[in-house]
């Protein structure tokens, strides 16, 4: 479909309004209006649509069902799509076939092959698909991976991370029909970090789940730990839990010293890293930033100027293949062999952009994820 002409800004609809959307994205616009403009919301609970819609004062507002017409009017350029995991595939579908181009919360998608059919999508319809690592852009976890390529610790050797929190009963996380449990929900971002800290791929994993052990999750995993093996006899670690104590903590040890972000992984609050060289430790904080805004300039700039993101389709594939891998081995009990797979895009530093914190908005009908 021809979409109408083009903005100096990109036009985005947010599709699905829950916790994140409500407290972090919305807002976040705030801090991307030199590129782009938030246009369109949609989500299936109408006081959310009156509220949020007065409040950043929006034009389009619809349900689910009218995402058709919405788009069709040729006024959004972009959606970020902040629904359920089991829905990514099907509505980056959609959107695609309607011109729309795509930020997707990660992770992308259930299944390797959900990826692929997303990533089709988006050539067949020559449409832009990024996966939203909000990561890649926070300038903590981009200095980590550039000390790693330097060699300040050596050579990187061993990986551990454990990432948990107390899910709140009920939270889509806890519910398998909406993709939920602590690997897909957590256990993605410990992936990531070690596949970039590393600079490769895993070649197998081996793990363990523990599932029913809850009431509030009786069919999705409560933990998970997972074993990697990457090539140049480098191993990595990691617990994902929803049943444990706030933690989000990343290590890695090299031949001559070590590096540790704790925290690493949080949006809400500064991030401090701890570099040992030799018996000597530096402390370094970052302080607290908008880590959503740069997720949206750095995708509008790829829109604008036509250049392929990172993190692409590719970069979501890349997970959850790692991600179906760790599932099989805690439900067969063997370790599973992985196929080689190439990434010649990785996060570096030149990404790196701070935007300043948002003040936490009240949300509508979106409680927080933890207890």
């Known amino acids: 479909m021809k979409r109408a002409k083009q903005s100096p ?46 409040r950043y004062d929006v034009p389009l507002l619809g349900s689910y069902d009218d995402i058709g017409e919405i788009l069709s009017k040729g006024l959004v350029d972009a959606a970020y799509l902040a629904v359920p995991n089991h829905l ?25 092959s959900d990826c692929e059919a997303m990533i089709r999508a988006a050539d067949e319809h020559d449409v832009k698909l990024m996966v939203a690592y909000r990561l890649h852009f926070e300038k903590a976890n981009l200095a980590a991976i550039e000390r790693l390529r330097k060699g300040e610790i050596g050579e990187p050797q061993l990986f551990s991370s454990v990432f948990c929190h107390q899910v709140r009963e009920g939270d889509i996380r806890t519910q398998k029909r909406l993709g939920g449990g602590a690997l897909y929900d957590l256990g993605v971002y410990c992936v990531n970090a070690a596949r970039h800290l590393f600079g490769a791929e895993p070649e197998e994993v081996a793990a363990a789940q523990l599932l029913g052990t809850d009431e509030r999750f009786p069919d999705v995993d409560a933990t998970t730990t997972a074993f990697l093996r990457f090539p140049d006899h480098r191993l990595a670690q990691f617990t994902a839990s929803q049943g444990a104590a706030d933690i989000a903590e990343y290590r890695v040890v090299g031949s001559k010293g ?77 370790t599973v062999k992985l196929a080689p797979f190439r990434r010649k895009d990785r996060p570096s530093r030149r990404q790196a952009m701070r935007k300043p914190p948002v003040r936490k908005p009240e949300t509508v009908h979106a409680p927080s994820p933890s207890k």
């Open 9 to 54: 800004k990109v036009r985005y609809a947010v599709i699905g309004l829950g916790h994140i959307a409500q407290v972090a994205v919305l807002p976040a616009f705030e801090h991307a209006r030199e590129n782009s403009e938030l246009v369109a919301l949609v989500s299936s609970d109408p006081k959310k649509l009156r509220t949020l819609g007065k």
């Open 88 to 112: 990514h595939r099907d509505m980056t579908l959609q959107l695609a076939k309607l011109g729309v181009h795509v930020l997707c919360e990660k992770p992308m998608a259930m299944t390797s």
């Open 258 to 334: 070590d590096l540790r972000l704790d925290p690493a992984y949080e949006y809400a609050g500064e991030l401090r890293e701890y570099v040992t060289i030799e018996g000597k430790t530096k402390e370094k904080t970052y302080a607290k930033s908008d880590q959503f805004a740069p997720e949206l300039v750095y995708f509008s700039s790829c829109i604008l100027d036509d250049r392929e993101p990172e993190p692409s389709g590719e970069e979501g594939l890349a997970d959850v293949r790692v991600l179906e891998a760790i599932a099989q081995s805690a439900k067969s009990g063997r």
